[in-house]
């Protein structure tokens, strides 16, 4: 494994500008520097045109002009990517620090196709498991922002599926999963910081999200679509179970209390 592989990092961005630069300064405060940094802007018509300008002679390449929607954005970047890995920063996410990516990509665990580490939120954190399997993938999906995907996995798979307005990374995710040419590795690191105010997370996209998921799940799932419906109902029974047993219950308590501590201390 080539200890320090070019990256191409990619933030895509539509009238975001104040966060917009929290993320383009979280990416030139790495002291990892074997990257390119591609900037796709959809148009925007506040500030954030004058904030990559500003920026311009530490990013690589940038464009700003009318998109379809985020993984159009996205596809657009995959197209101009030069980097042996591609990372998907996306507007208003940040690297957790200066050492972040050379913390990540020099973990002994680094290595595979698709390389997802973890991230924190502002009232939280979220670790992702070692393991996936076929059902996984219909309780959740992976970090975007936190994964290290090699780009011959989108030379053989092709990009983000664009009539999927909001899943297409989790689409993705599942196809390639499925497809068992890949190798998944989980590096156990807060690769960044999440901005949860993302459409993925916003209510009033909500049902939208439901219905892209459904369709998802049938066409990528085809003949054993109920049989991971099915698993999945059971493991949420299991955990149900589990919830009501003293242990469970411990660990709800210790998981609430180590809440309440990162924001006493936010």
Not at 191 to 200: A, R, Y
Not at 210 to 221: A, L, N, P, Q, T
């Amino acid at each position: 494994m080539n200890n320090n592989p070019f990256l191409s990092i990619i933030t895509i961005n539509y009238n975001n500008a104040p966060e917009l630069e929290k993320t383009l300064l979280s990416v030139f405060h790495q002291l990892y520097t074997d990257f390119e940094y591609i900037v796709i802007d959809g148009g925007s018509t506040d500030e954030s045109l004058s904030i990559i300008k500003k920026h311009k002679k530490q990013i690589t390449y940038y464009t700003s002009e009318p998109d379809t929607g985020i993984f159009n954005a996205m596809n657009r970047g995959i197209d101009v990517a030069k980097g042996a890995y591609l990372l998907f920063l996306n507007s208003g996410d940040v690297l957790t620090s200066s050492n972040a990516l050379s913390d990540f990509i020099n973990h002994e665990k680094f290595k595979g196709d698709i390389i997802y580490g973890d991230y924190k939120f502002k009232s939280g954190e979220k670790i992702y498991p070692d393991t996936l399997y076929p059902s996984y993938f219909m309780r959740s999906s992976l970090p975007h922002q936190s994964t290290l995907f090699k780009k011959d996995v989108f030379k053989k798979m092709g990009g983000y599926d664009e009539t999927y307005k909001i899943i297409s990374d989790r689409a993705f995710y599942l196809k390639c999963f499925l497809s068992d040419q890949f190798q998944f590795t989980h590096v156990k690191y807060f690769l960044t910081l999440f901005d949860m105010e993302g459409v993925s997370n916003n209510d009033d996209y909500r049902k939208k999200k439901i219905e892209e998921d459904e369709r998802m799940f049938k066409s990528e799932y085809g003949v054993f679509y109920e049989e991971c419906k099915r698993s999945l109902f059971l493991e949420q029974e299991l955990k149900k179970a589990q919830r009501k047993t003293l242990q469970g219950i411990l660990k709800r308590i210790k998981i609430k209390l180590k809440k309440l501590w990162v924001l006493r201390h936010w």
